[in-house]
Nanobody, 118 residues
Framework: QVQLVESGGGLVQPGGSLTLSCVFL????????VNWYRRAPGKQRELVAV???????NYGDSAEGRFTISRDNLKNTVDLQMNSLKSEDTAVYYC????????????WGQGTQVTVSS
């Protein structure tokens, strides 16, 4: 059984930084690519960043140039470093593990709140 545990959310001022962490508990980490999503109040879920098992990354438009996703295949963790935060980055951020083999299921973390406010 796989469990994703997120941490690192909180309150930060505009222009500040936060690092979110996602720990993959269970076996088969390298069978998944890991995504960070977010959902802001009243808005649809948005893909923030993706980290593949080989080190490849991809970013949503809102994250490009400000956020950095990093994956550690030894520690089974995926971090999201967020810089130059804006009020519009306020959302619940979710870690998602999606399988390369579509016969496997995907997993979600419980979410961590990020609030950007002065």
């Amino acid at each position: 059984q796989v469990q994703l545990v997120e941490s690192g959310g909180g309150l930060v001022q505009p222009g500040g930084s936060l690092t979110l962490s996602c720990v993959f508990l269970g076996s088969g980490f390298n069978s998944y690519y890991v995504n960070w999503y977010r959902r802001a109040p009243g808005k649809q879920r948005e893909l923030v960043a993706v980290a593949g098992r080989g080190g490849g990354t991809n970013y949503g438009d809102s994250a490009e140039g400000r956020f950095t996703i990093s994956r550690d295949n030894l520690k089974n963790t995926v971090d999201l470093q967020m810089n130059s935060l804006k009020s519009e980055d306020t959302a619940v951020y979710y870690c998602n593990a999606a399988p390369y083999d579509r016969r496997l299921r995907e997993y979600w973390g419980q979410g961590t709140q990020v609030t950007v406010s002065s």
